[in-house]
């Protein structure tokens, strides 16, 4: 859902922020769900069953229900629950699509943007549907984004907050002197860990290797030169550790899609 358009996103009517009443219960439907519905838990304590698979919710708690799937509900009377559901369908199969459960930990952007959609459909609002479709991709990049950013962290496993402090620490000196001659050996030095293990860790944080990482923070401050303090291309590339001006221009040009002379 990342690469659709907004327009290929197709409101439904069925949507509503509801405090839900003592008694309240979602039976079981005759049918399994007919579109997408984005079910969000604000507050309370309940729980939802999802395709037989129970699951205990509280505040944070988000499910994107899909084409086919079966739900039922139930809640704690003396905790309701309060929540928001926004059922939809899209026009194309999507390449990405969120998982059907997430909890978020900050919860504040995405009840942001909760409220605004719903806000938008209370009155009849000019741009109503325009403004909710793109409402609607952003609550989809909220979650395509939270599961990035949780996949991103099992990777990175057991990584200790000192070790990460560290590697942050390198690449920030890389970044304030892009033009000192760096190697992975004195930078494993000054981070006082094996060469093997700076650089498998450097690239796991950083995403980058640490070659590449300094190549592309002599180009960034080579732009910003070029751009703003006067200097010529030769002189920016000997600021910045270069000796051999067209191994500079070929680097840059590979970075950047330009000539240095062009950025100039």
């Not at 984004?145 to 496993?157: A, S």
């Not at 992975?184 to 796991?204: D, G, H, P, T």
């Amino acid at each position: 859902m990342l690469y659709l358009n907004p327009d290929d996103f197709l409101l439904k009517p069925a949507l509503a922020t509801i405090h839900c009443e003592p008694n309240w219960k979602w039976k079981k439907r005759d049918a399994p769900m007919p579109n997408f519905d984005l079910f969000y838990v604000w507050s309370g304590e309940g729980t939802v069953l999802l395709n037989k698979k129970p699951y205990h919710v509280g505040k944070g708690h988000c499910f994107l229900f899909r084409p086919g799937d079966e739900t039922e509900a139930t809640h704690n009377p003396q905790d309701p629950l309060v929540l928001t559901y926004i059922h939809f369908d899209i026009a194309e199969t999507p390449r990405l699509i969120p998982s059907r459960h997430r909890i978020f930990n900050n919860t504040i952007g995405f009840e942001s943007l909760l409220t605004q959609y719903i806000r938008l459909f209370l009155v009849k609002t000019y741009g109503a549907e325009i403004e909710g479709k793109l409402i609607l991709k952003q609550l989809i990049i909220h979650l395509l984004r939270e599961e990035q950013e949780k996949e991103e962290k099992v990777e990175q496993g057991h990584t200790s907050n000192n070790l990460l402090e560290t590697i942050l620490e390198i690449a920030n000196y890389i970044q304030q002197h892009p033009g000192e001659a760096h190697t992975i050996e004195s930078l494993s030095v000054r981070a006082n860990i094996s060469q093997r293990y700076f650089s498998k860790k450097f690239k796991q944080i950083t995403g980058q290797t640490v070659k590449s990482y300094i190549v592309y923070s002599r180009i960034k401050r080579a732009e910003h030169l070029l751009h703003t303090s006067g200097m010529t291309v030769t002189e920016t590339a000997y600021a910045l550790g270069y000796n051999d001006l067209h191994f500079f221009s070929r680097q840059f040009k590979q970075y950047t899609g330009k000539n240095p002379s062009e950025v100039r």
